[in-house]
């Protein structure tokens, strides 16, 4: 039966029982808001990464990396700010965070193991002492060199400081922790901080730092608000001569929140003025309310089968196809217009506009029912969305919309001139031009992987990042390369060895990572017995008897230095990650020593991220296939990379579908041309005008992209019709309506200060604007044939 | 009547005896007039003898040096006699000497605690900068006239290596005649100025 003819017939068959078919409407509506009220939201951005393959995996391991969900406060005094005063608001502020939204909260290792933690070390040497070591003391340690630091161990004993140092060198009188202190230094995951007076302290004595954890998720955007609130009253205890900043993804998350509450309004505000002169200059009558209210009524039954198929909901996800679902309202405009527009019966006039409505709510099906394949979530549940509230939409549109809406008597004029043969060739000449304009600039669209980019970044959170920078070394951006293990031992042995060879193909002292001070049980038993063999050896006994010698010369007494002797011969203790957290570095064990849900532990090596540390980092990676290479730049290539290809896969899909799908409508070849024009005019635009200006493709212009297809090829459709006489003269102003409420809508979003909001509204602007000159003009520039 | 007049003698003992307000208002007048009396002093020079008894060595070691001072924060400590060591400290930078080259070394007090610690407690002693003692020490009056201070490290400030600081103020209470560091187990410094000089101009070149 043709399509026509069914709606022609359904539309006949309700005609005696509005009653009950709006009655049965309404049930369903009522039904799908139950179905929403029950759905689980996820305000997460997670949705909008891939949840499966190695992108995904770099994202959770990047989560997992040291600082990325940490709150950081750096205090700053004045050039003359004591270093009292500095330390007084570290604790003052320390004490004023309010411990439910902070409850960890570290300013420096306590003061308990600072005193513990060197004579420990020191007990260490036998188990840390590499064979390189042994080789450097081996060289180093000649007559003279045992002579002169033993001289300065006694010039330190006479000192104002000799009671701090006396036990470590009766336990060290040679200075061998110095081999411990540097390796100490890959502790450091703070580059430009040192220790002073038990806190952490800029190089300059400046500033301190404040490193705190907290319950509320980088994601939770009213969390965010009140951590940055209580911050703000916590601060407040600091003297005048102190300032104090928090940078953490939240300060990201609350001004992304705020920005987008203040563009709702103004894109709100802006696209209601520009429905409402629509309404004013086209339709005018109060019936055609109603076909604004056709994607209203949508949305909800749209949601509830999103959340009858998926357990959780990305809210995102849910907003922005609320929004989308905005389209929907073209096909309520067909059929008013196409009611509207001529004398015959209502019936014959919905038959004949249902072919290219239902052909056009296909293909932009279509369109989006490509998204079903990505690999992100939110994209998959927003082409469950737009699918079936597109579905929803059109059968609203075709067979209850008819029965709300009065049949007009006037025929509809063009919304144009004649494009006689006057002026096709201006027309066609002017659309070429801007053709091979837009295709050459095509070429220079580049792609943005960052999600920060997608993001509000205001430009005082950007400062602060940089003066944190400047101040405390890059303490958020290194790279992160995770060795896994079966257990804490496997995953530090991994890491001891991959450590070991970047340190051959890289500065060393740019590494940060457990393997110098924590290296697995096997590797300490390896360098205690090494260590027993060298002091027993000729060497041992040779540096030892210079000492006896120098001892003696000195006036120390003969069993000054009994536990440095008994340490070169006797058992010794091995460093493991307790005794680390027992000593004051718990946050820095815990932040390279990861455990997994998955029961495996990962040992993390930072390496500053630039792009000879990551050449070589990949280099070495290659004999290493347990270890896992991340980092923000990564993420970034990696992400750019998806969307690049999920670019090129969706748009050449869903560009097959259509093709199929106006190819069976149409099956003239320069019929299936035509109703292309649109839709090819569009994207060349789009992405011309993207690459002449340098703005780079993100996640959020694919989805938009997908969206000009879907409506331009809709133009094509209903053009193409209308040029063949199928559908009534009224198709023109349909389409200039609906391309003007789909700007309204989403061109608005132009306005828009966040970036994410603001590209979906570029690339609508763009796409949409030019398909619709295209459609009016173009395709009747191109194909001529007219009804008789 | 015994157990009366006990009772009485009793009751006298607990009235006449000091309370802890008393003591602690007795301390605190004494360290604000030491403090007043600091505040009057703008440079200060002083030769010492510094005697440490440590079971590290077989005997006592001697030494003899000299200390400088100059407000607001420069000071100069150095041994001249068995051996050539010393620092200066500038407000937050330092230099100091030591080893056989005679070569001096620039360094940062926060980069170094440890110096950072030792300059602290050099300037607040010289300057009477008790609310800053009071934050390391437990401050308590042993004698008056001339004062006495035995002080004890509260947590954190050598807590596990200092016993106790005695500190014997010079009979007009404008500078220290004699410290006593104890450490915990037995070892201790006694370190005694003489030769003090106030007031007297010094030379840009010690600092």
């Known amino acids: ?788 | 009547m015994i157990r009366r007049l006990l009772s009485v003698l009793l009751l006298l003992a607990l009235t006449l005896r000091p309370g802890p307000d008393a003591w602690a208002s007795s301390l605190d007048e004494v360290l604000a007039e030491l403090r007043r009396l600091a505040s009057t002093v703008q440079t200060l020079s002083s030769e010492f003898h510094q005697e440490k008894y440590l079971a590290l060595f077989k005997d006592m070691l001697p030494a003899e040096g000299r200390f400088h001072y100059r407000r607001p924060d420069s000071l100069r400590w150095e041994l001249t006699s068995p051996i050539t060591t010393g620092f200066v400290i500038q407000g937050k930078r330092g230099r100091r000497w030591g080893d056989d080259s005679g070569r001096e070394e620039s360094f940062d007090i926060a980069r170094q605690p440890l110096m950072g610690i030792v300059a602290g407690q050099l300037l607040a002693w010289t300057q009477a900068d008790f609310e800053r003692l009071r934050r390391d020490f437990e401050i308590f009056l042993e004698n008056r006239t001339p004062v006495v201070l035995r002080l004890v490290p509260k947590k954190g400030m050598g807590d596990g290596f200092l016993e106790r600081l005695l500190v014997f103020f010079a009979p007009d209470g404008r500078h220290v005649l004699r410290i006593e560091v104890h450490e915990q187990g037995g070892d201790f410094t006694r370190i005694t100025f003489h030769d003090t000089r106030i007031n007297e101009p010094l030379g840009d070149h010690l600092f």
């Not at chain 1, 391991?61 to 050039?79: D, N, Q, T």
């Not at chain 1, 007009?408 to 144009?416: I, L």
């Not at chain 1, 031992?489 to 070991?500: I, M, P, T």
């Not at chain 1, 120098?550 to 493991?576: D, K, N, V, W, Y």
Request: proline share 5%; net charge neutral.
């Open chain 1, 1 to 788: 039966m043709d399509i026509s003819n069914l709606i022609s017939r359904l539309y006949r068959y309700w005609e005696g029982r509005r009653r009950l078919l709006l009655t049965v409407v309404i049930l369903f509506l009522v039904a799908g808001a139950l179905g929403f009220l029950t759905l689980r939201m996820q305000e997460n951005i997670a949705a909008m990464l891939p949840d499966s393959g190695p992108v995904a995996e770099t994202f959770y391991l990047l989560e997992k990396a040291p600082f990325a969900r940490k709150v950081v406060i750096s205090i700053e005094g004045k050039e003359d700010t004591p270093q009292a005063v500095l330390v007084d608001g570290v604790e003052r502020l320390t004490a004023a965070l309010d411990p439910a939204l902070f409850p960890v909260v570290i300013n420096g290792p306590d003061g308990d193991s600072q005193q513990t933690l060197l004579p420990w070390l020191v007990s260490l040497l036998p188990s840390l002492t590499t064979e390189e070591d042994l080789r450097f003391l081996r060289e180093e340690l000649h007559g003279e060199e045992v002579s002169r630091r033993l001289a300065e161990s006694y010039r330190q004993l006479l000192g104002p400081e000799g009671w701090a140092l006396k036990g470590i060198i009766r336990q060290d009188p040679l200075g061998l922790h110095r081999l411990l202190l540097r390796k100490l230094r890959s502790f450091n995951l703070v580059p430009e901080a040192r220790f002073v007076a038990g806190h952490l302290l800029s190089k300059d004595g400046q500033s301190a730092l404040i490193i705190a954890e907290t319950p509320v998720a980088i994601t939770d955007s009213a969390g965010a608000e009140r951590l940055l609130a209580a911050f703000v009253d916590a601060r407040s205890v600091l003297p005048e001569t102190l300032t104090a900043t928090l940078v953490s993804g939240h300060r990201y998350t609350a001004a992304n929140a705020r920005t987008i509450r203040g563009d709702l309004w103004l894109v709100l505000g802006c696209s209601i003025l520009a429905l409402a002169a629509i309404f004013v200059f086209f339709l005018r009558r109060p019936p055609a309310i109603y076909v604004f209210l056709v994607p209203l009524s949508v949305v909800c039954l749209a949601a509830a089968v999103v959340g009858a198929v998926y357990r959780e909901v990305s809210a995102v996800t849910i907003g922005f196809g609320a929004v989308l679902l905005g389209i929907s309202v073209d096909y309520g405009l067909h059929v008013y217009f196409a009611l509207n527009s001529g004398a015959e019966s209502p019936a014959a006039l919905v038959g004949k506009v249902a072919r290219p409505v239902l052909f056009g709510a296909l293909t932009t099906i279509s369109a989006f029912a490509v998204l079903l394949f990505s690999d992100l979530p939110g994209q998959r549940q927003l082409a469950l969305f737009a699918v079936t509230g597109i579905t929803a939409a059109v059968l609203l549109a075709l067979v209850v919309l008819p029965h709300l809406l009065p049949r007009g008597e006037k025929t509809a004029s063009s919304v144009r001139r004649k494009t006689g043969g006057g002026a096709r060739f201006p027309v066609l000449a002017l659309w070429v031009g801007l053709l091979v304009l837009a295709g050459w600039q095509v070429p220079k669209v580049t792609v943005d992987g960052e999600l920060a980019g997608m993001g509000m970044i205001p430009s005082e959170l950007a400062a602060d990042e940089g003066r944190l920078r400047r101040t405390w070394g890059d303490v958020r951006g290194r790279a992160v390369i995770w060795s896994l293990g079966a257990d804490a031992d496997g995953a530090l042995a991994a890491g001891h060895r991959l450590y070991q060879r970047l340190a051959m193909a890289v500065e060393e002292q740019d590494l940060v990572g457990l393997a110098p001070l924590l290296p697995p049980l096997a590797v300490q038993e390896n360098n205690q017995r090494r260590w027993r063999r060298f002091w027993a050896g000729e060497d041992g006994d040779r540096i030892l008897s210079a000492l006896d010698r120098q001892a003696e010369a000195l006036g120390f007494a003969p069993q000054a230095f009994a536990p440095f002797i008994e340490r070169t011969r006797g058992p010794s203790p091995l460093a493991t990650p307790e005794a680390f957290r027992a000593r004051g570095l718990r946050e820095v064990v815990d932040a390279l020593l990861v455990s997994l849900p998955d029961g495996r532990f990962g040992a993390l090596t930072l390496i500053p991220e630039t792009k000879a540390y990551l050449a070589a980092a990949h280099q070495v990676l290659t004999d290493f296939p347990e270890s896992r290479l991340v980092s923000q730049g990564y993420f970034r290539t990696a992400m750019g990379a998806a969307i690049q290809n999920d670019f090129v896969r969706f748009i050449g899909f869903a560009g097959v579908v259509v093709v199929i799908l106006v190819t069976i409508l149409f099956r003239r070849p320069a019929k299936v041309c035509a109703s292309l024009i649109p839709v090819a005019t569009g994207l060349l635009v789009m992405l011309g005008v993207m690459g002449f200006c340098a703005w780079p493709l993100n996640l959020f212009n694919v989805i938009a992209a997908i969206l000009v297809i879907g409506l331009g090829v809709d133009y094509g459709i209903f053009m193409v019709c209308r040029q063949g006489g199928e559908i009534a003269q009224a198709t023109e102003q349909a389409v200039l309506v609906s391309g003007l409420t789909t700007l309204a809508g989403f061109g608005a979003l132009v306005v828009a200060r966040h970036p994410a909001l603001h590209s979906i509204g570029v690339t609508v602007l763009l796409g949409i604007g030019s398909a619709i000159p295209a459609a009016l003009y173009v395709i009747p520039a191109l194909y001529r044939k007219r009804a008789p």
